[in-house]
């Protein structure tokens, strides 16, 4: 049921910040669903967003998937 008009001006910054609320919780649900059918945006808003030093130290035996940063004789 909308909000009838004159309780509307009676309570409008009442009103506009419930709007403002419900505005941005829609965004974010929408940008939510674009990021799980899409993986790869959430991880590269992620990446772009962590630190140096947020970075965790590699630990013994770890073998990167990238061939290129692989050392000689690691499978």
Request: proline content about 7%.
């Given at each position: 049921m ?12 009442y ?22 059918d ?6 590269n ?16 035996g ?14």
């Amino acid at each position: 049921m909308p909000i009838p008009k004159q309780k509307y001006k009676e309570l409008k910054a009442y009103y506009d910040f419930q709007r403002k609320v419900q505005y941005n919780k829609e965004k974010l649900r929408k940008a939510v669903e674009v990021m799980l059918d899409e993986p790869e945006i959430l991880f590269n808003d992620i990446w772009g967003k962590m630190k140096e030093e947020e970075m965790v130290d590699v630990p013994k035996g770890w073998v990167p998937q990238d061939d290129k940063l692989k050392i000689e004789g690691e499978e």
